[in-house]
């Protein structure tokens, strides 16, 4: 490690990188880690271009010359006004919002195929920018859960939807970047100990007014072990009376 070395993690919105962050001040306390939100695109082009170290993104991304560890899959669930009939139901399926207006945002985070519903009357720019579309009764939108969360208004709530595609987050950096503080990040995330094989455990450090002694111990005395009688070879019998 060298003086004002830092750690660069960039993630996208949903991602709550908090967890590993504390970790990582716990274990390395002397390497800072800075931290900027951005869309997936923004984020991969930050390690393209240097400007990151690592970053959390939303699979699928182009792989050229980048690793990638998938993590966990999100639940996709659709945000609606708390008056919206949809609000009745614990989950819903796609063929439920067959008949509403669904606004699509052009930063959307889902892959699909066919588009739910009914195209709305505008391709909002961002997810943030949708969500006051919502509560204006206009439309709904389908996210993944964390992004309901994190645009979480008291006028709107949100029902898990069963088929619909949903959003994968991966952890990914250069493939020529795998340095010792990536390969500690990774361990970070990993879930490994301090003291994994993979990781880089901190040095030992010997207790203060700790002695250490250069004596040779001496082998301590052995008792002598008493003998243990033999058995004999043989069983006795009894006589047998001799028949006159």
Request: charged share 20%; with cysteine.
């Amino acid at each position: 490690m060298t003086d004002g070395e830092t750690f660069r993690l960039a993630y996208v919105p949903g991602v709550t990188p908090a967890k590993w962050v504390n970790v990582w001040t716990e274990r390395l306390p002397d390497v800072p880690i800075t931290l900027s939100m951005a869309p997936t695109p923004e984020v991969v082009a930050l390690l393209r271009d240097g400007g990151a170290d690592a970053g959390f993104v939303r699979l699928p991304i182009d792989r050229d010359g980048l690793n990638v560890i998938p993590l966990y899959v999100e639940t996709t669930v659709v945000v609606t006004p708390k008056d919206h009939a949809v609000t009745a139901a614990d989950e819903v399926t796609l063929a439920d919002l067959a008949d509403d207006d669904i606004f699509h945002p052009l930063d959307d985070a889902l892959q699909w195929t066919t588009l739910p519903g009914r195209p709305a009357f505008t391709r909002p720019p961002t997810t943030a920018e949708t969500i006051p579309l919502v509560a204006s009764g206009t439309g709904l939108v389908l996210v993944p859960q964390s992004l309901a969360r994190l645009y979480h208004r008291k006028d709107l709530t949100y029902r898990p939807v069963t088929d619909a595609p949903q959003s994968q987050i991966g952890l990914t950096w250069l493939t020529d970047a795998t340095t010792d503080l990536m390969e500690d990040f990774i361990g970070i995330v990993r879930g490994r100990t301090v003291n994994s094989s993979r990781g880089r455990p901190p040095p030992h450090h010997p207790r203060k007014n700790q002695k250490t002694s250069t004596k040779t111990p001496h082998p301590s005395p052995q008792k002598p072990q008493r003998p243990t009688p033999l058995s004999p070879p043989y069983r006795y019998r009894r006589a047998r009376p001799c028949s006159r």
